[in-house]
Structures are given as C-alpha cells and as structure tokens.
C-alpha cells in the first residue's frame, strides 16, 4: 500500500493523503490560498488567537466587532460566531476578510509545512 500519493497539484505545491502511524492524513504542502477549497478554512476555527496591541488597533480599525476582550486571559482574542469560527472568516468564499493584516498567529500558522505546525486532520477515506 502506498504511503504517499498527490490528491491535487496547485499553483504552490501539492496536496497528498499519508499514512502514518496515527492514521491517515491530507498533507497541505502548498500555499494556505491554494487549499483552502480542500481544507475549508479550519485554521479559522482555532480557539484563543491572541492579538497584539498593534494587532488590536489595526484590526480594530478595519472592524472593531472582529476583536474582544477575554476577561479570563486578560488579552485580546479575535471573536468568534456561533458557528465557532472567526468572524474576520468570509462565510461565502471561506476567505479571511482581512487577509493581509491578519494576526500574527494566522500569518506564521500552516496546517502541515513548516516550523509551524498546525491540525493534521484524521480522515476515514480520500477519494481520488
């Protein structure tokens, strides 16, 4: 049984199902844009994403909904809706609504390449 095979070459790289020994993977080696019609913006309902106070006011600035206070933590979260995923997340095209001046976080965060790492998402069958 193959332990690697591409599910689809994009503009960046490649998007392939791995075996490992924890399960079966999707494998984003490839720019965040170019899967996000695979992934459907997953990253985007990562709970806690802290932002600086430069972050705060550049965001706030853009949509001041988009941030809010976490009393327990004592920092500034970007919000979330009560589908649990960002509210900076564009519910039509599943694109990040302030893309270019995201946090951080968002910016340095891939689901699988790099230093670092994100969700590896265990997967009960691919089809290809």
């Keep these: ?3 690697k095979r591409v599910v689809k070459t994009v503009k960046s790289g490649e998007i392939r199902a791995e075996v490992g020994a924890d399960g079966l993977h999707i494998v984003f080696d490839c720019d965040c844009l170019d899967a996000n019609n695979i ?3 997953n990253c985007c309902s990562m709970p806690g994403i802290n932002v600086t106070a ?3 006011h550049r965001i706030s600035a853009i949509n001041p909904k988009f941030i809010f206070f976490n009393e327990l933590s004592e920092e ?3 919000q979330r809706e009560s589908d649990g995923y960002c509210a900076a997340l564009n519910r039509e095209t599943g694109l ?4 270019d001046s995201r946090p951080k976080v968002c910016q340095v965060f891939h689901c699988s390449r790099g230093l670092q790492r994100g969700w590896k998402p265990v997967i009960s069958r691919v089809v290809f």
């Design 54 to 56: 430069e972050e705060f």
């Design 76 to 78: 500034y979260e970007m």
């Design 39 to 41: 992934c459907k913006s």
């Design 96 to 99: 990040c609504s302030i893309y």
């Design 1 to 3: 049984m193959e332990r």
